[in-house]
């Protein structure tokens, strides 16, 4: 049984529980509806998600294999030397915020990463950075995604945390102190009449 609010047992008192429990009934109904909006924005979202980390990941495995074609077909040493001076820069810049305020990048690059001699190296190494500087943009993509997802997930938990305070503690509480002030004003009522008929018995005698 909901605990009781402390309240006095007047008619301004009744009215002030009333205009609460309306009030948070209709804050009720719209958390509601928030959570619904937010778990039908969330699935299809986690999906999207789901289906380009597979493509990355795949997409992320044959640069690595190329990479370690690479070192097979040179010398570990002659590829880090050779990309030890690479003057390519890659820099993120904000575009923005996009839903749930969650931040919108965008890859922003300078220079080539093909910079060093093709002499001491091979052409997988070459097809290797090119496919990793052409993933990046998704990388980028995919981890905004992913915390719009997180956001979204959280914001759902709290919506769904207040849609249970308010149904399950506060409007219960509320109707509780309605009903314990309506009971205790009819027993008011009731002895205030009983009182006017002993004193009208009283009067007649």
């Not at 070192?71 to 001076?85: C, Q, S």
């Not at 002993?198 to 005698?205: D, L, S, T, V």
Request: a positive charge.
């Amino acid at each position: 049984m909901p605990q009781v609010l402390q309240v006095n047992p007047t008619r301004m008192e009744l009215l002030k529980q009333k205009q609460r429990l309306v009030m948070a009934q209709r804050a009720h109904d719209l958390l509601e509806d928030k959570r619904d909006e937010l778990i039908q924005q969330f699935l299809p979202l986690v999906k999207e998600v789901r289906e380009e980390q597979k493509k990355v990941a795949a997409n992320l495995r044959q640069i690595y294999a190329d990479f370690q074609i690479a070192t097979m077909l040179n010398w570990k040493r002659e590829i880090e030397e050779a990309l030890m001076w690479a003057p390519m820069k890659i820099d993120l810049e904000v575009l923005g915020e996009g839903r749930l305020n969650t931040p919108q990048f965008k890859l922003v690059t300078k220079k080539d990463p093909l910079c060093y001699g093709f002499y001491g190296t091979n052409w997988k190494l070459d097809f290797a950075l090119r496919a990793f500087l052409n993933i990046l943009p998704s990388l980028v993509h995919l981890a905004c995604k992913e915390e719009e997802v997180r956001r979204l997930a959280k914001e759902i938990e709290r919506t769904r945390r207040r849609v249970n305070a308010l149904e399950y503690i506060f409007i219960p509480r509320v109707k509780e102190a309605v009903k314990y002030i309506t009971m205790k004003l009819e027993e008011r009522e009731r002895a205030h009449i009983i009182n006017l008929i002993k004193i009208k018995e009283i009067m007649g005698r």
